[in-house]
C-alpha cells in the first residue's frame, strides 16, 4: 500500500517557469490537500479538494492552481514561479470526517522546490 | 476557530515520559483535538486525537481537561527516534468541506540520551 505518493521529491525552478507537483493516493480517499511549509514553520493550506471535479481554495492560494479529475490525482500547478514559492509542499488525503472517527490526514514525504 | 498554544521547544531524556502541553481556550463543543508530529524532512505523522475524553494507543496518551481549554500529550517512554516538532491542532470544518487541519507552530520536542 504506498498511501500518498508525491512527486518530484526535489526540483529548482527559474523565476518565471511553470511546472506541476504531482500526488496520487491508493486509499479511495474522497478528500486531499495541499500544503505548504516554509523552513522554521507550521503548514499552510493552499488548496483542498472533497472529491472528483471539486476544489477550493485554502490559506494561501494565490499563484497555485488545481484540478481533480480522478479521485486518486491531485496535481499541483505553480504558474510563473516566484522565490516567495521556494518552500516544501506536501499533499495529504483524508476520508470524509464523521461522527467519532476523527479521520486521520495521510501525508506524503514532500517535495522540496526551490526558485532562483 | 480555535487556535492553540504550545511551548516552542521542550527536551526530555530517553526512556522518560514525554508531556507536552497544549492550550485551546477558545475550543468550540464539537471541535477534536488532534496531535500530528513530523519528524525532520518527512511528511506530518498523526499520533492520536480526542474530543473529550482521554484516550490511550500504541503511541501515546491524550488527556483533555475537564473544561476542554487545554490537553497534555504523553509520550510514556520516550526514545531519541521521538525527537521531532509536535503539533497541537483543533479541527477547523469550513463549509461543509471535511477536515482541513490548521496547523501552528508545534513543539520541537528534543529527545537526550
Known amino acids: 500500500n504506498a498511501g500518498v505518493t508525491q512527486t518530484p521529491k526535489f526540483r529548482i525552478l527559474k523565476i518565471g517557469q511553470s511546472m506541476t507537483l504531482q500526488c496520487t493516493q491508493d486509499m479511495n480517499h474522497n478528500y486531499m490537500y495541499w500544503y505548504r511549509q516554509d523552513p522554521g514553520m507550521g503548514l499552510k493550506l493552499i488548496y483542498y479538494s472533497v472529491g472528483a471535479g471539486i476544489t477550493d481554495k485554502g490559506e494561501v492560494p494565490n499563484g497555485y492552481n488545481v484540478s481533480r479529475s480522478t479521485t486518486e490525482d491531485f496535481p499541483l500547478r505553480l504558474e510563473l514561479a516566484a522565490p516567495s514559492q521556494t518552500s516544501v509542499y506536501f499533499c495529504?488525503?483524508?476520508?470524509?470526517?464523521?461522527?467519532?472517527?476523527?479521520?486521520?490526514?495521510?501525508f506524503g514525504e514532500g517535495s522540496w522546490l526551490t526558485v532562483v | 476557530d480555535a487556535k492553540t498554544t504550545q511551548p516552542p521547544s521542550m527536551d526530555c531524556a530517553e526512556g522518560r515520559a514525554a508531556n507536552l502541553p497544549c492550550n485551546h481556550s477558545?475550543?468550540?463543543?464539537?471541535?477534536?483535538v488532534y496531535w500530528y508530529r513530523q519528524i525532520h524532512s518527512q511528511g506530518p505523522q498523526y499520533i492520536i486525537h480526542g474530543l473529550k475524553n482521554n484516550e490511550t494507543n500504541e503511541m501515546a496518551s491524550l488527556i483533555i481537561t475537564e473544561d476542554r481549554k487545554s490537553s497534555t500529550l504523553i509520550l510514556p517512554h520516550a526514545t531519541l527516534r521521538d525527537t521531532a516538532v509536535y503539533y497541537c491542532?483543533?479541527?477547523?470544518?469550513?463549509?461543509?468541506?471535511?477536515?482541513?487541519?490548521?496547523f501552528g507552530g508545534g513543539t520541537r520536542l528534543m529527545v537526550k540520551p
Open positions: 495529504a488525503s483524508s476520508y470524509p470526517m464523521g461522527g467519532r472517527s476523527g479521520n486521520t490526514i495521510y
Open positions: 477558545t475550543i468550540s463543543g464539537n471541535e477534536y
Open positions: 491542532i483543533v479541527r477547523v470544518v469550513a463549509n461543509n468541506a471535511g477536515n482541513m487541519l490548521t
